[in-house]
């Protein structure tokens, strides 16, 4: 999946404990179909096994700079991003002086694609100033420095120093693998997830929105060099690592977020399911069973129109939209009317009923219908790549609009 097809990964591990999660990453880049040379210190492979790494990468792991000869300029010849995860402070120390002593240390000396490094010690070795001046020669020299981040640590500590997770690793190398488009630096602001109107203070009204759809156009923004703000409700679906998150619960606190963030931004990407109806009063304490009968009614009333209600500053501000519309039928014409009737540039149409799209699912499909009519299938995929292929179209607008 872009931007990792036919990519060539070259993974340094070296002697952390957070070696294991290293484990995971080269899992996932060779989900996404890269291809990843793990190569291993001596002192990592105290901590992992290099079957290990064998099983995942499925090819024999590097640790000898004598086995084969120039295998340190041969290795990192093909690779089109080299990873050091974990990265020791000796490492960085190692790195910074330009130490070629190792096959590790060689190797990163001889690649001429980009380095990112993953930091991972204990936090007194991470705050020392030694570290912290080895980091500074490293980015100063364009090596990218992902992590580390706050939390437990061996020893039972706490602090800065955890290996950044490999799904935080993963958005930092697609990021550096996508190559710049039109959104570079453009601010997108993006919602997500459902709404909730709350009845009583334990009760509310919502619907089965995930949110991963507007993460997954969030993430590939932010991955084409957007700088990303996403306006989110109650989702248990995980963020995406890079763009600013806003969590809201209620479509009016949405709504004044939206507001907000709209000022300077380029495109709107509103995949929230904004619920329509709420109470038309929401109860202070609990309603209780023995103060109603055997039915409850629910008075409903509609909330606001969060594309309708920032019409005009979308359209002042020149904010491309792009939105969605949700139906069980007559489809093509419903979402039509909506394009117009909400000003949007883009509609993606989902038809609701099917299993393996829509609501709660980790599959899509769906219509994009443009203001001339124009109507482009985009036929089952994940999430994700439904997501790339709304932003393909996009950047390709804007283009033409430039
Ligand atoms: N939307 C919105 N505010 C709402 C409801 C929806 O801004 N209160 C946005 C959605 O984020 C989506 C688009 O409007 O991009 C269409 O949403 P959809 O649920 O398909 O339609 P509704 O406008 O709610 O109309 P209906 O429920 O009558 O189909």
Redesign the pocket.
Same mark, same amino acid.
């Given at each position: 999946m872009r931007p990792f097809d036919d990519r060539n990964i070259l993974l340094v591990v070296t002697g952390g404990i957070a070696a294991y999660k290293s484990a995971a990453l080269v899992r996932r880049l060779r989900e996404r179909g890269c291809s990843v040379d793990v190569l291993m210190t001596e002192n990592a492979e105290k901590m992992v096994g290099a079957a290990t790494f064998e099983a995942l990468s499925g090819r024999p792991v590097h640790r000898s700079l004598w086995e084969r000869p120039l295998a340190h300029i041969e290795l990192g010849k093909d690779a089109d991003l080299a990873v050091v995860a974990p990265a020791t402070a000796n490492t960085l120390a190692r790195m910074a002086g330009g130490h070629a002593d190792d096959m590790a240390t060689s190797t990163l000396l001889a690649v001429d694609c980009p380095v990112v490094v993953c930091p991972a010690m204990n936090t007194r070795m991470w705050t020392n100033p030694a570290t912290a001046q080895n980091v500074a020669t490293l980015r100063d020299r364009g090596v990218a420095i992902v992590g580390p981040e706050e939390g437990p640590l061996a020893e039972a500590e706490v602090g800065m120093g955890r290996m950044a997770e490999p799904v935080t690793i993963l958005s930092e190398l697609g990021r550096l693998l996508e190559p710049p488009g039109g959104l570079t630096d453009h601010k997108v602001v993006v919602?997500a997830g459902p709404t909730r109107a709350a009845v009583d203070p334990v009760r509310f009204v919502a619907n089965r929105s995930s949110g991963r759809m507007g993460f997954a156009l969030a993430e590939s923004a932010w991955r084409r060099g957007a700088s990303v703000v996403v306006i989110a409700g109650p989702t248990t679906a995980e963020p995406p690592h890079g763009p600013r998150l806003i969590r809201v619960e209620e479509?009016g606190e949405m709504l004044d977020a939206l507001r907000a963030e709209l000022d300077g931004a380029a495109v709107l990407l509103?995949?929230?399911?904004?619920s #329509?109806f709420g109470p038309a009063e929401a109860l202070d304490s609990k309603m209780k069973k023995e103060d109603t009968g055997d039915t409850v009614s629910l008075e409903l009333r509609r909330?606001? #129109?969060?594309?309708?209600e920032t019409l005009d500053q979308r359209s002042s501000g020149g904010v491309f939209t792009l939105?969605?519309?949700?139906?069980t039928h007559d489809g093509l014409e419903?979402a039509r009317r909506?394009l117009e009737a909400?000003g949007m540039d883009l509609v993606a149409l989902n038809e609701a009923g099917h299993p393996d799209s829509g609501f709660d699912s980790p599959t899509n499909r769906v219509t994009i219908i443009d203001p001339d009519g124009a109507v482009e299938e985009i036929p089952l995929m994940s999430k994700e790549e439904v997501a790339d292929r709304l932003l393909d179209r996009i950047e390709a607008q804007l283009r033409v609009a430039e």
């Open positions: 919602t479509s509103m995949a929230a399911a904004v #329509d909330g606001p #129109d969060l594309l309708s939105g969605f519309a949700l139906e419903n909506k909400k």
